[in-house]
């Protein structure tokens, strides 16, 4: 076990390595220089040096690779050309809003696909099998953002029960922050929610043709209790894979959401630093996203043990 840790540790490792080095080598390539951009179309050539020497853009690639490396490991991710301000800071800003977002949002994918896939495979060719099969399909193929375009028409403008867009804080109590993320997760979570429901579906169904289920139904056990009892933990090995995935496309996905809410997440940050050539703020949020969805992944596989006792060795 011990063993298996260790390499799963220094594999972690090298990914976040290797995407480093992708993450740098594609913000480089895009043309344009930053300094030329931020001074504008009149700034003289002394004026550009001048700042590009100040952002440290002239160095060689290695040296500022190993710089910006450098200073992510050890938490200094460089000061914002746009702000003036540390990166570090920027990030932590936003964090206190993508991060429940992205958490919200797939606790609410959860809670919906998990006893929507058990329902319609213990259910399977009848009317709830086909009416949750129906809604995963229209769930898949509508994007999250026409869901969110929805939401806000329906619960926001109509009914008025949460709020259109804006985030208030967490200084101004849980409740109203909460209300105010409510609209964003759950466009968020519905597509997802979906995808899930069809995996949890398929996953069960295969589960439901095993012997040890057929044993579990001769010993007396009903359909429902043997679906819960003896079905449900053996087919979340594939639900945790996609969970896993999840909240890679979360994230991705809350660039467009906080956009359409006007939150101030991660989301917004990128988009902003991408159209003011902030550079260093892009491949620092980036970075950070590349992390944290290898991390969860590398604790999605561990988890796998405690789901499956058979992997544990």
Do not use: C
């Not at 998990?114 to 319609?120: D, E, H, I, T």
């Amino acid at each position: 076990m011990a063993r298996s840790l260790a390499v799963r540790i220094l594999a972690l490792a090298g990914s976040l390595w290797a995407a480093s080095l992708i993450v740098f080598a594609v913000i480089e390539v895009i043309p344009g220089d930053p300094a030329a951009f931020m001074l504008g179309l009149n700034a003289t050539p002394e004026t550009v040096a001048a700042l590009r020497d100040q952002l440290g853009l002239t160095g060689s690639l290695p040296a500022r690779y190993l710089a910006w490396a450098g200073g992510m490991v050890t938490g200094d991710f460089g000061t914002s050309y746009t702000y003036k301000v540390p990166v570090a800071d920027l990030v932590a800003d936003r964090l206190a809003v993508s991060l429940p977002l992205t958490v919200y949002a797939m606790a609410i994918s959860t809670a919906i696909a998990l006893p929507a896939g058990l329902v319609a495979a213990a259910a399977r060719g009848r009317a709830a099998d086909l009416a949750v099969t129906g809604l995963t399909q229209l769930g898949v193929a509508v994007p999250n953002f026409w869901f969110a375009m929805l939401l806000v028409l329906v619960f926001a403008l109509s009914l008025g029960w949460f709020p259109a867009g804006g985030f208030p804080g967490w200084e101004d109590g849980v409740g109203p922050a909460l209300r105010a993320l409510t609209l964003p997760a759950l466009a968020l979570a519905l597509p997802q929610a979906a995808i899930l429901t069809r995996v949890m579906r398929s996953a069960t169904l295969e589960v439901l043709g095993q012997d040890f289920i057929r044993t579990a139904r001769a010993k007396g056990l009903s359909r429902a209790r043997a679906v819960w009892r003896h079905g449900f933990r053996n087919a979340l090995v594939p639900v945790l894979t996609i969970l896993g995935l999840q909240f890679a496309f979360l994230l991705a996905g809350a660039i467009i959401i906080e956009n359409v809410f006007y939150l101030p997440g991660l989301g917004r940050l990128i988009f902003q630093a991408i159209t003011q050539r902030d550079l260093i703020v892009v491949e620092s949020v980036v970075m950070l996203m590349v992390a944290a969805v290898i991390a969860v992944n590398a604790a999605v596989d561990l988890a796998y043990a405690l789901v499956d006792p058979r992997l544990r060795r």
